[in-house]
Nanobody, 119 residues
């Protein structure tokens, strides 16, 4: 099992910045990636950014150049630095950890952090 605890988020004006943190604990050795998803009201959850165990990163097009995902292995923590925020970035942001097992892939989720960007 993997436990994820998110911190950060809040209310910010358009053009501002926020940082989300996700501290992981438990069965970490078999994780293949960690990332951030978001879900806006009435919309499906979407991938925002992911960082693999090898350090590769990937971003959804709408946040490229504005968001940065990073990790601190010594703290088992993943961060999402969000700059130049737009009202359309408003959503609940969820930390994700993906584990590979013999039977397949298992996803773990944080509790969610509300990010609200005012215009």
């Amino acid at each position: 099992q993997v436990q994820l605890v998110e911190t950060g988020g809040g209310l910010v004006q358009a053009g501002g910045s926020l940082r989300l943190s996700c501290a992981a604990s438990g069965r970490l050795f078999s994780l293949i990636s960690m990332g951030w998803y978001r879900q806006a009201p009435g919309k499906q959850r979407e991938l925002v950014a992911v960082i693999t165990s090898g350090g590769s990163t990937n971003y959804t097009d709408s946040v490229k150049g504005r968001f940065t995902i990073s990790r601190d292995n010594s703290k088992n923590t993943v961060y999402l630095e969000m700059n130049s925020l737009k009202p359309e970035d408003t959503a609940v942001y969820y930390c994700n950890a993906r584990e590979i097992r013999i039977a397949g892939v298992v996803d773990y989720w944080g509790q969610g952090a509300q990010v609200t960007v005012s215009s």
